[in-house]
């Protein structure tokens, strides 16, 4: 389920023309890669991110800087 | 110290918490506090026994200092030393067959589990960690392994896709020999190459949509954004039951990959070489007298095929080193049951081997810095690289007298439909091929101890010994 709102999301979504973090976007996939199990973790990861998609509400800064 | 202190060994550097240093007594590595710690703790593990006991992981102490040839400042630039059981012939991804990859990739995973079940990780997953001794795959950089810290994700899982998983995948499903890609670039094929190498087709194929496609795109729309996703993830509850669901189901993934390999020139020569059973047998015979009374530790058998002669010698000396310009021959050998595990078969052109290269052109080393042989074999080999590769036969003669001291090389006549069939096709201006140049530049270099003429003289067996004026180096 996860795997088919990513894909949606992603599939519309602009590549992005920046500088390359090697690993950004391979950290990501690895939650989706978790399957069943990963399904909390990708909500809570992934919710601002559908709902800036879908044009409400708005992406908030990390807070957290540390690890 | 002097001549006998331990080299640095060029390719170790990554690494900041640690250095290889290799001497002809054993290979060491220095390691800093954190890692001498991250060891000591690791090596109670449970996993890291039992992989060591199987030999999947390099037997490997710690050292008191003192035992260690270095100079003193360069001890006490470490915290402290370990010593890890010598590789025979270190060889590169780029040297190995489809299925040496596949075992070196499966180890990989295999470990990167075995340690998370036990609260470590692998902070890398490059298949330069991995080294074939006694035919097998053997994990080596155990200063890899690291505590785990909970929440994060594993770190080592974009590069398992790019020194790994697409090299493999290309081979299985696009049958595209992979080791080209490795040879050209220190890191693997990239993920943004991997994505424009399989096409919308591919990503019906198992693992492209998700491990090459969404990837890259993730990439692309969230590479540069400059989120602090560890802290993100590790705080929305990622947690390694996440990765162990990955592990396993790209251990499914990999151990399912097949290549089955198109029709390959020499991949059936067993069936196609035109010697007559009687022929072949004294053959066979002549090289098992030769590789006997020679005494050599370590053979290469160059343009080996599927290794029929490597066999031979394999009884008696220490290591073979196999080697073939044919991908799917050498695979044949690499995945015969029967193989001994004193050879080490390898993908190489003679005329085309690996280079030194990567940082200050020393990361990765060529083979003659890796191997020395004491005998070399050269059968059914010199019109493929005089005719086919244009190599002048006197340079081709030369260099191998570089080599090593003990030759035993096969000549090919113009008579034989083997050399025809080269020519068919090419301007012959292949004036110095022909058996008085070559024994004349064999005599150049070597004292020629014996010979056997096969097939009515259209081939010519030669037993060269180095004669000891020419010597170059040692």
Sequence with gaps: ?67 | MGADAAQLDTGSFRDRDGRIYLHAEGVFRGLSESALAAFRAVSQARFYQAYTDQGALVATREVPAEAVPLPTETREAWAGFLEHRRIPVVSYPYEWTFSMLKAAALLQLELTEAALREGYTLKDATPYNVQFDGGRPVFIDIASFEPLEEGAPWTGYRQFCEMFLFPLMLQAYKGLDFQPFMRSRMDGVGLQTAARLFGFRDRFRKGVLSHVWLQSKLDRRYGGTGDNLRSELKSAGFNRELILVNLRKLRKLVGRLRWTGEESEWGDYTQFHNYSNQDHQRKETFVEHCVRQGQARRVWDIGCNTGQFSRLAARYCEQVLATDIDHLAVERLYLDPQRPANILPLVQNVADPSPSWGWRLQERRDLPQRAQPDMVLCLALIHHVVITANVPLAEFIGWLAGVTDQLLIEYVSRDDDKVQTLLRNKQDTYWDYSREHLEQQLQRHFRIRDTLELRDGRRRLYWCQRAVETRVGG
């Design chain 1, 1 to 67: 389920m996860n795997f088919v709102v990513f894909v949606i999301v992603v599939s519309f979504a602009p590549d992005a023309l920046a500088y390359l973090d090697p690993g950004t976007g391979s950290m990501m996939l690895q939650v989706i890669l978790g399957g069943i199990a990963a399904i909390g973790v990708a909500l809570k990861l992934f919710w601002y991110r559908i709902i800036a998609f879908l044009g409400f509400g708005k992406k908030p800064d990390s807070e957290d800087k540390s690890g």
